[in-house]
């Protein structure tokens, strides 16, 4: 393993140009979340972290290189077929019931929430709400002028470290390296 020199970062020259593509596609989605809701996202606000996160996703899934393939399928043999929302868009999600428990009935399968990727290796959406980040199979979207809200991007509340605030890093934890949620 090579090292390169102390303040040389020319010397990083791959991965400096792939923090450059994921800095860019994150400034272009913040860019489209706030021309969308016609107001400025907080850059303290826990949906950033999301940002981020989804903007390397983008970069790794979608971005097509000098080959016409993108890493995924590189890396995978296949095209990612997982659908995709615009980030920070209003969407309905079915709500995933915890292993072992009942489902009433009478409580509502669809709720409101934030779209902010999906899963690292599955294709469960990453949904934010005010009382955390959940993970949802099924979403749909809203009509076309309920789609935006800034005032409910801004009440999302959780991390990558933490989706659900108060849990504690461990019982919260949304994704370990084989790619399981931790509750």
């Known amino acids: 393993l090579d090292e390169t020199p102390v303040g ?10 792939a923090g450059k593509r994921v800095r860019d596609q994150a400034r272009v989605l913040k860019d489209q979340v706030e021309h969308k809701c016609g107001g400025k996202v907080d850059l303290g606000s826990d949906v950033m972290q999301w940002l981020v996160r989804w903007a390397a996703m983008v970069v790794t899934r979608y971005k097509r290189g000098s080959d016409g393939r993108t890493p995924w399928e590189r890396m ?12 920070g868009e209003t969407v309905w999600y079915k709500v995933m019931k915890k292993s ?16 902010m990727g999906h899963m690292g290796r599955t294709e469960e959406a990453v949904i934010g709400t005010s009382e955390g980040v ?7 979207r809203k009509p076309e002028g309920e789609r935006w809200e800034l005032e409910r991007i801004g009440r999302v509340r959780g991390t990558p470290e933490e989706p659900v605030p108060g849990m504690g ?3 919260s934890t949304i994704e370990d390296s084989s790619g399981v949620w931790r509750r």
């Open 76 to 87: 995978r043999g296949s095209r990612c077929k997982a659908e995709v929302v615009p980030f």
């Open 100 to 115: 072992g428990e009942r489902q009433n009935k009478m409580e509502p399968r669809w709720e409101e929430g934030i779209w």
């Open 169 to 171: 890093a461990e019982e």
């Open 134 to 140: 959940v993970k949802a199979w099924a979403v749909r």
């Open 8 to 17: 040389e970062s020319n010397a990083n020259g791959r991965a400096e140009d």
